[in-house]
């Protein structure tokens, strides 16, 4: 085992460690503490075992692989950094509360998931990290036990089991597409064009990680679930968790042109939530409902753009999808954790600490000449530049800036606390880290993805190159929020987690069908009645069975 | 009508009346009743093809006769033991059917 | 086949051990029962352990001929992979509920026993007679007693406790099961005019699809299916368990249906010719399905525990006849795929079963009563049992790594190999209600409790650890490598390389 597979096996093993920690009481106490120190090996990981060979371990009588290309090397880092921003953030955030250990052993499980996600090969390690990233995430949010915190955790639960559902099916028609018994993914999407259920099988991997990215109409869970969590879950939750189904996207769906229509398909629905969700976004005065409506809609320009790059196949088309949701799981993932100081500083600090830098992430995340964002949107401009396809982008940007100068108008007037007060240092140190880091990162991994050295200013010479086109959706999303600000009390309120009120109705539904089944079966219980069906057996198995001989 | 086909067919029907006996029957000890009746039109069966598959210079195939035996055994057993619960219920609930109470739950159906 | 293979006494010392200690135990009664019945059952996981690895080191069934009289006109013991498998599985379930019944069964040193506490060690070596005597019978009469057997001993652990519920409802089992051993025992009459043997493996290939073999192929079905609460004969099964003691609802339903369930797959993989057994298969698959889709839904409906519980069985019971179309029907790789996954999900099911019903029975306990809505406090009550029954629930659902996920894969990946894919749905739908009414009892027990509930009774832990011991087997039947599942495809006609 070379010193790079080494490293993707500890990046598996820390959480497990810290785990089988809490067995015992009195290691138990320390592990909240230590929960900053598990996804390290995972940004070490990702820093110098990309592009390594993967590693095949034959376990459980399957070939298990763990394999990092580069695009799922960028995920993986940006995910590890916010883990442990954030669980450097939960302890002092929960307090000493009781619930704090239980909190770390559902915190571990899905860091577990969240991270083997980007490092799975084969379809079962990828299925099992992908079940435990969406089902621990339940304990998460049903941290505070209050009755919103559950219904949030059941809706998540229940669309995460359906969209598991979705994938297993789609993993079982792919393995069977397969000629050997291989369940590497790569000889899977080998496969895939090949097969005759192809259609299901893109149907199904489009239901499932779209559900967990929060595609339109699957995103109702997100709204939920990040104004219920605890601030460090919701950060983990819109920054690494929702990257899960992105990167299940990029894995799963093949990159030479077999798509055909899917592309187009998957690039409308990307567009279609981008501005679903800020038409739904700008209703909402929970700053984190807010924030969460924002990963919905940047979640949609992601997939947008992973349609159109494998529709047209472009080339790179993985590595600037995967650039371009690196920034957005650092800087939301900063900006929930802005939303968790905001209560904590007050006066010129607040000013200069939180409420700037946020604002400069948040206009980054419409293209803000200078930011993170605009790098990103760079990367992905050669899939999203056609025509019609660009303006919408273009437009979606706007909407993006008005979403986020929302937010930061719903930031500012949480209750700030008293001007003398000094936060302790270990979050805003993580808050300033991350915020650093969704600045700085996408300018140092620019170079990785596309030609040009970024300290020679790629964005700047776009903006001399091009000005308008890169200014005019922030200047036009700066006039909205200005104009929402002045009437937006005027818009309908809408509930959180939109679409949701629909499926009340399929509830009653189905609650009529389960009343109409146990009255039936209680008819089957009686004495007579199962007598004749035994009878009845008979006579049929007896007509199956010379029919078949006949 | 040779002989086994008049046993066979009177097996026939005392497996019919037995099984009707046991489904529709209400009392406990009907029930009994009608599963030994049941029983015996089985071994009443058995005795038929003893008789059909008799080796040369026997006059049955005596592996069935074993088996009736064995299953005369069995039946006398669930026999003793369903009277026996039967029984203790009448002793416990002076009721002489398996029918729930009126006030049943679901698991008592 | 026509001779006793070397080792073959290990499937006399499996049958006589229990036995033999039943009825010494009976003698000596007190506390020397309850010790005479551990060590046995501890021996038993070891004969077990002993037959499985013989029959893997042979590559071939193990035969015992009492007597040293071969059949058509002596009884075979057969020990081949199915049994070997099935026997251990049985043998580890019987002594963790051994273990459990400690703690209710015991007799303390100064007084005499309880009759409850005498009956608990005699019938639960009763059980582990009929259940070895049941998997490795090989002549179909004598599994018609061994059947017998299992039904008695069963029905009386459940009326241990000698409520008036129960009577009634056990006297309803026994009238329904006598009726399936008396169609099952027309179908071997049927049978041995017919070709003048029982043994199974004779008359495997030897059969002809002529009218009186397929009337008892039907009639043998259909008692096995009355035994195995097959949808939509499954009425007894929800009130036997409603009052049984949590050990008999275990061994109920954890390994007396899966002893039916053998008897089953004897009957249609081996005694019925391939034709016609194909065509009726997909009748049973279809009850099976039936009985998944309206078990998980009323399930979930249920207002008590062990009800939820004992419909939660009926719904996996289903997932056993699912295997039947897929193994006759399919290629051989496709066919040998599926008969592993039915009989791991036969394994892990009696696994976690057992484990649901110790831990619901250690919850009702605790909290004096098994309503479902009203389960909170049992979390801090007893934080292991709810453990075991949350681990239970997720190798009932399908998730990842457990063994009721990895019979599930087999089982989907068969289906969808030989292009029968509804049965796909309906193994995927019953996965999700399954998580349906797990979420609902589990959301239940981490809830508070009720303002006005009494405490909680604080139980000891070694009955909580059986159930999670029990619990975690069956989550590490899924960490197995699939290699060493190797030991199930051993005798199974039509499996490469299988003698008849």
Request: hydrophobic letters at 60%.
């Amino acid at each position: 085992m070379t010193g790079a597979q080494g490293l993707m096996v500890l990046t598996l093993a820390a959480p497990l460690a810290l785990l089988l920690a809490c067995l015992w009481p009195a290691p138990r106490r320390r592990v909240p503490g230590l929960l900053w120190l598990a996804p390290l090996p995972g940004l070490l990981a990702a820093l110098f075992a990309a592009g390594a060979p993967p590693l095949v371990m034959d376990g459980a009588g399957l070939r298990l692989t763990l394999a990092l290309d580069a695009p799922s090397a960028l995920l993986l880092g940006a995910a590890a950094l916010l883990w442990s921003a954030a669980g450097a953030y939960a302890p002092a955030y929960l307090g000493r509360q009781a619930g704090l250990e239980r909190f770390a052993v559902w915190w571990l499980v899905t860091l577990w998931g969240s991270l083997g996600v980007f490092l799975a090969g084969d379809l079962v390690t990828f299925y099992l990290t992908f079940a435990a990233v969406s089902l621990a995430a339940f304990g998460l949010i049903v941290q505070d036990g209050t009755p919103r915190a559950r219904r949030a955790g059941e809706i998540t639960l229940l669309l995460a089991v359906m969209g598991e559902v979705c994938l297993l099916l789609a993993f079982a028609l792919l393995a069977d597409a397969v000629p050997t018994s291989s369940l590497a993914i790569a000889d899977a999407v080998a496969a895939l064009p090949g097969s005759p259920a192809r259609g299901l099988i893109l149907g199904l991997l489009v239901a499932g990680f779209g559900l967990k990215a929060g595609l339109v109409p699957l995103h109702v869970w997100l709204p939920l679930a990040h104004p219920a969590a605890p601030m460090p879950a919701s950060a983990v939750l819109s920054g690494a968790i929702v990257k899960a189904g992105i990167i299940g996207l990029l894995r799963f769906l093949p990159a030479d042109g077999a798509l055909e229509g899917w592309g187009d398909g998957l690039a409308a629905l990307g567009l279609f939530t981008a501005f679903w969700a800020v038409g739904c976004g700008i209703t909402q005065t929970n700053p984190k409902t807010v924030l969460a409506y924002s990963t919905v809609s940047q979640m949609g320009v992601t997939v947008a753009a992973l349609g159109m790059g494998l529709a047209l196949a472009v080339p790179g088309t993985a590595m600037a999808v995967a650039f371009y949701a690196m920034h957005h799981v650092l800087a939301k993932g900063a900006l929930f954790l802005a939303v968790g100081l905001a209560g904590a500083v007050g006066g010129a600090r607040r000013t200069g600490l939180l409420l700037l830098p946020a604002l400069f992430l948040a206009l980054g995340f419409g293209g803000l000449p200078g930011s993170g964002g605009a790098l990103a949107k760079l990367a992905v401009k050669p899939q999203l530049d056609a025509g019609l396809v660009g303006a919408l982008a273009a437009l979606s940007a706007a909407g993006s800036t008005l979403l986020m100068l929302h937010f930061i108008r719903r930031l500012a007037s949480l209750p700030p606390a008293d001007a003398t007060a000094r936060p302790s240092w270990v979050p805003l140190l993580a808050w300033l880290g991350m915020a650093g880091a969704a600045v700085l990162g996408p300018w140092v991994l620019f170079g990785a993805i596309g030609p040009g050295d970024p300290w020679l200013g790629d964005s700047w010479e776009a903006l001399a190159k091009d000005p308008v086109g890169l200014l005019w959706p922030v200047l036009l999303g700066a006039v909205l929020a200005l104009l929402l600000g002045r009437w937006g009390g005027h818009l309908p309120t809408v509930p959180e987690g939109d679409l949701l009120v629909l499926a009340g109705r399929v509830g009653r539904g189905g609650a009529i069908i389960g009343a109409a089944v146990s009255h039936l079966e209680k008819r089957l219980r009686a004495w007579p009645t199962a007598g004749l069906a035994l009878l009845v057996l008979v006579l049929a198995l007896f007509g199956a069975l010379l029919a078949g001989a006949g | 009508m040779s002989g086994p086909v008049l046993y066979g067919l009177l097996g026939a029907a005392l497996v019919a009346l037995g099984l009707f006996g046991l489904v529709v029957q209400a009392a406990v000890l009907r029930k009994i009743l009608a599963f030994n009746l049941l029983g015996g039109g089985v071994f009443l069966l058995f005795g038929v093809v003893a008789r059909r598959t008799a080796p040369a210079g026997l006059a049955a195939d005596p592996v069935p006769q074993a088996m009736v035996i064995t299953g005369i055994v069995v039946a006398f057993a669930a026999t003793a033991l369903a009277v026996a619960m039967a029984l203790r219920m009448y002793q416990i609930t002076a009721a002489v059917t398996v029918s729930p109470p009126p006030d049943a739950q679901a698991g008592d159906a | 086949m026509t001779a006793t293979t070397p080792a073959g006494w290990l499937l006399v010392v499996a049958l006589v051990l229990p036995v033999a200690g039943m009825l010494l135990a009976f003698v000596l009664g007190g506390r020397a029962a309850e010790r005479l019945a551990l060590l046995l059952l501890g021996l038993g996981v070891g004969v077990g352990v002993a037959v499985s690895a013989a029959v893997l080191r042979m590559g071939a069934p193990i035969v015992y001929l009492p007597g040293g009289w071969a059949p058509p006109l002596g009884l075979a013991l057969v020990a081949d992979g199915v049994a070997a498998a099935m026997l251990l599985t049985t043998a580890l379930v019987l002594f963790a509920v051994a273990l459990f019944g400690r703690a209710a069964h015991a007799t303390p040193p100064d007084q005499a026993e309880t009759r409850a506490a005498l009956a608990y060690w005699c019938f639960l070596l009763a059980l582990a007679g009929s259940l070895a005597a049941a998997f490795l019978g090989g002549d179909l009469f004598n599994l018609f007693v061994a059947l017998e057997m299992l039904t008695f001993a069963a029905l009386s652990l459940a009326c241990l406790e000698g409520k008036p519920s129960q009577f009634r409802s056990e006297l309803r089992y026994l009238l329904f099961a006598l009726i399936g051993s008396v169609l099952y025992l027309l179908g071997t009459a049927l049978l041995y005019g017919g070709y003048g043997t029982l043994d199974f493996r004779l008359l495997a290939g030897r059969t002809r699809a002529d009218l009186p073999t397929l009337l008892a192929a039907a009639l043998m079905t259909a008692g096995l299916a009355a035994k195995m609460a097959l949808f939509p004969l499954h009425l007894w099964l929800p009130p036997a368990h409603a009052g049984a003691p949590p050990a008999a609802s275990a061994l109920l339903s954890g390994l007396v249906v899966k002893a039916a369930f053998v008897l089953l797959l004897r009957v249609w993989i081996w005694v019925l010719p391939p034709l016609p057994a194909m065509a009726a298969a997909p009748l049973l698959a279809a009850l099976g399905a039936a009985a998944i889709l309206v078990g998980s839904l009323v399930a979930l409906r249920q207002a008590r525990l062990k009800l939820l519980v004992a419909y939660s069985t009926v719904a996996q019971i289903g997932y056993l006849f699912l295997m039947l179309p897929l193994v006759l029907s399919g290629a051989a790789e496709t066919a040998s795929h599926a008969w592993l996954g039915g009989l791991l999900q036969a394994g892990s099911h009696a696994f976690a079963k057992a484990a649901m019903f110790l831990a619901a029975g250690l919850i009702a306990t605790a909290l004096g009563h098994d309503r479902v809505t009203a389960l909170g406090g049992a979390g801090q009550a007893v934080p292991r049992a709810v453990f075991a029954f949350g681990l239970a629930g997720l190798s009932l659902m399908g998730i990842p790594p457990s063994g009721g996920f990895t019979a599930k894969w087999l089982l989907l990946t068969s289906a969808l190999g030989d292009g029968q894919w509804w049965w796909a749905a309906v193994i995927l739908g019953g996965g999700l209600l399954t998580g349906g009414y797990v979420y609902r009892v589990l959301a239940g027990t981490i809830a508070a409790p009720p303002g006005d509930a009494p405490r909680p009774r604080p139980l000891p832990h070694g009955p909580q650890n059986v159930a999670l011991g029990l619990a975690l087997i069956s989550v590490a039947l899924g960490l197995l490598p699939l290699a060493s599942f190797g030991l199930v495809q051993i005798g199974r006609p039509g499996a490469l390389g299988a003698l008849p």
